[in-house]
């Protein structure tokens, strides 16, 4: 599966559920799958789309959250995987993209590429449901709300690199504040707290 | 253990600011102002990060959730954290309360800590995030949580800073052949 066709299952199957992604590729094939205000396109912070997803995961435990990651980028804070372990929100899943290279800065391939196991890391940092999976059915099957068990859910999903076609909104303000009034807790209109 | 007047000072302020979230990477002055929220502030929800750019980033998925997150950390931790800072909170506007604990600055005895301990300052000033020292134990809870009103209020992160005078004492003087009124400065912390 390309990981476009894995971003549309995700995107397919959360409803009105919060999609954090990671930056690069991963933003870009979310905003081709379908711009939405419920979609947080990060720019930047690389690494940090797991975190970002794990503290609204904690912010938010009545709703589900999906995040949309690369290899690169969760090697880039692998310390998340034992915090997520850690800490096991049970509505946050964690979809990591993993294309085994480097696809937004043309390609060099990533450790996945030589063996590196981030299904197996994030068992042994704790995560409770853990799969690594190749086509859209198996991805489709492992994130599906009524697929139960308990606490948070990593899963690698082995895909194929896919020219991105769209670039998401650039304005981070813009997408924040989009974001945050579709979870139904928007910042307020005035600044804060009268003190 | 009695808690230091600094650190019921800051946890009072964490409160009074609105935050119930507090992502922590370990310090030790810190563990003191960790005991007391554990123990006096049970509304008040604490979060170890193994590293404190992911503490940043976990604050802000707490904000986009409708939380008002405080990040403690070491200054060290300040090196860790600027990609978090300079390309998520700062152009996303999301406030975070960065309660800082000083090293390398009065009182330190660690030559390694002292490059980033001096550069906090000019760090934040060059990225622009407000920051606002803690200058003695009995203002630290109104000087707290004036930086987090003033960050939430504003969405625009704010940082608090904690120097070792106030947090370790070690800069006490010894009368001759008098009582012992501050920490031995000899004694890593």
């Known amino acids: 599966m390309t990981r476009l066709e894995a971003t549309r299952v995700i995107a397919g199957l959360a409803g009105d559920a919060p999609i954090v992604a990671s930056l690069g590729h991963p933003a870009y094939d979310l905003f081709a799958a379908g711009d939405r205000p419920g979609n947080f396109y990060t720019w930047g912070s690389m690494g940090l789309a797991s975190s970002i997803g794990l503290g609204l995961a904690l912010a938010r435990p009545d709703i589900r959250v999906f995040v949309l990651d690369g290899d690169g980028s969760l090697l880039m ?58 086509t859209a059915a198996e991805l489709g099957d492992v994130t599906r709300p009524d697929r139960g068990g308990e ?13 991105p076609t769209g670039k998401p909104p650039l304005d981070g303000v813009f997408i924040k504040q989009r974001f945050m009034s579709a979870l139904g807790n928007p910042e307020s209109a005035t600044s804060g707290t009268l003190l | 253990m009695t808690t230091p007047a600094w650190a019921s000072g800051v946890c009072a302020g964490i409160h009074a600011a609105g935050s119930r979230d507090v992502v922590y990477v370990p310090d030790n002055p810190l563990s003191h102002v960790l005991r007391e929220l554990d123990a006096r502030f049970r509304d008040i929800r604490l979060l170890l990060a193994t590293r404190e750019e992911e503490a940043f980033g976990i604050a802000a998925g707490l904000y986009l959730g409708g939380r008002l997150p405080t990040v403690m950390l070491q200054s060290s931790g ?31 005895w660690n030559a390694a800590q002292v490059p980033m301990g001096r550069a906090v300052r000019s760090i934040f000033d060059a990225i622009g995030v407000p920051h606002a020292t803690v200058e003695s134990a009995d203002s630290a809870g109104e000087t707290v949580r004036l930086a987090g009103t003033t960050a939430f209020g504003t969405r625009r992160m704010g940082a608090c800073l904690l120097p070792r005078r106030v947090t370790t004492g070690t800069t006490g003087v010894r009368p001759p052949g008098g009582s012992q009124t501050g920490s031995d400065p000899v004694v890593p912390s």
Do not use: F, W
């Open chain 2, 78 to 108: 300040l090196g860790n954290s600027l990609n978090a800072l300079t390309s998520l909170l700062l152009p996303y506007e999301i406030p975070v309360l960065a309660v800082v604990s000083m090293r390398g600055d009065a009182g330190e």
């Open chain 1, 151 to 163: 606490g948070p859910a990593v899963i690698i999903a082995k895909v194929s690199e896919s020219a």
């Open chain 1, 77 to 134: 804070n692998l310390g998340s995987l034992a915090t997520i372990g850690l800490l096991r929100p049970a509505n946050l899943v964690l979809v990591v993209m993993d294309n085994e290279e480097y696809a937004t800065t043309g390609g060099q391939k990533t450790p996945t590429a030589h063996g590196a196991d981030l299904d197996a890391a994030a068992r042994a940092m704790g995560v409770p449901r853990t799969a690594t999976v190749r």
